[in-house]
């Protein structure tokens, strides 16, 4: 069985300041991995994913994430993070049918 | 492509009563997921259809709980004798390819209150 755990339940930072969001998974087959973020009164949009190929993915509003296979990981990372940033962040994993997710991390963006 | 909807968007029912939730997904989506989420929680895995074949329940969907696909196009989401742990936000989602790879749509939601 896989699952998913996200480590932090809540992130305050200040804007500008950097960010990682912490996600580790657990599986015993290869894995399809996903950052969603999930504004307030919104559904779940996606933010950046890994299948295969280049473990750095970028998403076009500056965040990324790094697959790291030895220490089972997908740690989400922005280098300077803006008010409107402020969102729940669930971390996901599938392998064939269907997606997995972690309890969420709330990112609170402060000016 | 107008992305996944759910209707209504909010549902405010008194326990013990039926109600109904529709999702559509993106059209030329085949596969179309149900999931739960309860505050403070990640989405939890209800069901999902590939066509109209429900291929798999959860183990949180109790007997009360019913889903339907019919014609492989919307889906609908039963509760029966709704109780207050029901509350929630129920969440749709709709995908394109086996093996999940291409990511998934989700819609809107429906927020359950049970009274």
């Known amino acids: 069985a896989q699952s998913v755990t996200q480590l932090d339940s809540q992130v305050p930072v200040f804007e500008e300041a950097p960010v990682e969001l912490r996600c580790n998974y657990s599986s015993s087959v290869s894995v399809y991995l996903f950052w969603y973020v999930q504004y307030p009164n919104q559904g779940l949009q996606l933010l950046l994913k890994?299948?295969?190929?280049?473990?750095l993915v970028e998403s076009i509003n500056g965040f990324e994430a790094e697959f790291n296979k030895s220490q089972t990981s997908f740690h989400l990372r922005k280098p300077s993070v803006h008010i409107s940033d402020t969102a729940e962040y669930f971390c996901a994993v599938t392998i064939t049918d269907k997606l997995i997710f972690g309890t969420g991390t709330r990112l609170q963006v402060f000016p | 492509d107008t992305g996944v909807s759910q209707n209504p968007r909010h549902k405010i029912t008194k326990r013990g009563q039926n109600v109904t939730f529709r999702c559509d997904p993106i059209?030329?989506?085949?596969?179309l997921y149900w999931y739960r989420q309860t505050l403070g929680q990640g989405p939890e895995f209800l069901t999902y259809f590939q066509n109209e074949a429900q291929l798999e329940k959860s183990r949180l969907l109790s007997d009360r709980f019913s889903a339907e696909r019919p014609k492989g196009s919307f889906s609908t989401l039963e509760i029966q004798r709704t109780e207050q742990g029901d509350s929630a936000m129920y969440l749709c989602a709709s995908t394109a390819r086996q093996g999940t790879g291409y990511g998934y749509t989700f819609g809107s939601g429906t927020r359950l209150t049970v009274v």
């Open positions: 059209s030329e989506h085949n596969r």
């Open positions: 890994y299948l295969s190929g280049s473990t």
